[in-house]
């Protein structure tokens, strides 16, 4: 495996709270307020970020430009999805940390034309500091807010700069 960062417990409890948006309500309702969202934000692109959200955004006709999966849901396996139209990348990237494969598909992703999807051995979530730091201005990042709804994060340069932060903090932690 490559390089591994890995994220203090300390940095977990910070990652738990909304980094954007919450929308709240159900699947019906929250992905009405999303393609309401994206109607008025024409964001250049749009990334997924979890199993759940990535499903349910396929499901209503919203196609990320990347999604990024690991086959489970609040740490369930779940029956693997393969999203039409897309290029399928498979990355290691265990729970509690970041991996130096999984930073260099996602941005390799980012310079593609095609579609893809990250299927990740390990665990994705903490992948969505790297996609707001990597992916283009005005980008709507989008993943699962446990029991709550979904996260709608919009990539501003105050939104990469609070990730920068996270990162930096991350990266002091490597292992």
């Not at 977990?12 to 008025?40: A, C, H, R, W, Y």
Request: charged content about 25%.
């Amino acid at each position: 495996m490559t390089a591994a960062y890995v994220v203090t417990p300390e940095l977990l409890l910070k990652f738990k709270d909304p980094f954007g948006m919450l929308v709240q309500g159900s699947f019906l309702e929250t992905m009405t307020k999303l393609e309401n969202i994206v109607d008025k934000e024409n964001p250049p692109m749009i990334i997924s970020v979890g199993d759940t959200v990535s499903r349910n955004l396929h499901k209503y006709k919203i196609a990320p430009q990347l999604s990024i999966t690991d086959n489970q849901s609040m740490r369930r396996r779940l029956q693997p999805e393969i999203f039409p139209k897309k290029r399928i990348v498979r990355v290691k990237n265990p729970q509690g940390m970041i991996t130096q494969e999984a930073i260099n598909e996602i941005e390799k992703a980012f310079q593609s034309k095609e579609q893809v999807q990250i299927v990740v051995d390990g665990e994705e979530d903490l992948l969505t500091l790297i996609v707001v730091l990597n992916a283009p201005l005005n980008s709507l990042v989008i993943y699962g807010q446990p029991n709550k709804g979904i996260v709608v994060v919009k990539v501003t340069p105050q939104k990469k700069a609070d990730a920068e932060k996270l990162w930096d903090k991350v990266k002091k932690a490597k292992r």
